[in-house]
């Protein structure tokens, strides 16, 4: 079965600073998604970033950008000029091509210090 | 921006009671979902929906549940007899594209079993 490993539970950056989460997870398949989604207290999931594993080039949105290692089974997330309103739970997400099933991480929360 | 609305926002029901949990996914999209996570602990996977029938459900997703689209706007989940630790939020999601597509979730609903 995938599985999906954030290894940070919890997070603090400065405000207007860089800051990288982590994420590995685990398949024997070849075509497959990978997401961060951030969950902030309201509560709602909302997606930061989607890569395709056959794409070697790393997704990026806005201040949002990932590091995906194929072989390393490494999708990490940076977040550059960090903002208050980036203070949440960020989850790491894992959907294999013929699937429609989401696998999730358990979490990294991050809190932004102004 | 498009939404996926949920309601309620919070639910509480006795043991045993039937619950049904019911939301609107966005318009256009054809592809419907429903997780849940357990306070403290990760986003899970419950079912997929497409063309009026489930396209794939967790081992979680077992008799007790079941789903629904009545309409064409709505889209329910039902649970017939809740247990304890059926106490979660529940998140509806829709996309537009089905395997590996961004989901977009909905605000959740907390239900309560007491």
């Known amino acids: 079965a995938q599985t999906v490993t954030q290894s940070q539970p919890e997070m603090s950056v400065q405000e207007a600073e860089t800051v990288t989460l982590s994420c590995t997870y685990d398949t024997s398949e070849s075509d497959y998604y990978l997401f961060w989604y951030k969950q902030p207290p309201s509560r709602q999931m909302i997606l930061v970033i989607r890569?395709?594993?056959?794409?070697?080039q790393n997704a990026t949105e806005n201040r949002f950008s990932v590091n995906f290692q194929k072989a390393a089974k490494s999708f990490s997330l940076k977040i550059s000029d960090s903002q208050l309103g980036d203070a949440a739970m960020y989850f790491c997400a894992y959907c294999r091509g013929g699937s429609e099933k989401l696998v999730f991480g358990k979490g990294t929360k991050l809190t932004v210090n102004p | 921006e498009p939404e996926v609305t949920q309601t309620p926002s919070h639910q509480v029901t006795q043991m045993g009671q039937e619950v049904i949990l019911r939301c609107v996914p966005i318009s256009n999209h054809l592809y419907f979902y429903w997780y849940r996570q357990i306070l403290g602990q990760k986003v899970e996977f419950l079912v997929s929906f497409y063309n009026n029938e489930i396209s794939e459900k967790s081992e979680i997703f077992d008799d007790q549940f079941s789903v629904e689209r009545p309409d064409g706007s709505n889209f329910t989940l039902k649970i017939r007899s809740t247990k304890l630790e059926d106490s979660a939020m529940y998140f509806c999601?829709?996309?537009?594209?089905?395997?590996?597509?961004?989901?977009?979730f909905g605000s959740g609903t907390r239900l309560t079993v007491v």
């Open positions: 999601a829709s996309s537009d594209r089905g395997r590996g597509g961004g989901y977009t």
């Open positions: 890569q395709e594993a056959y794409k070697q």
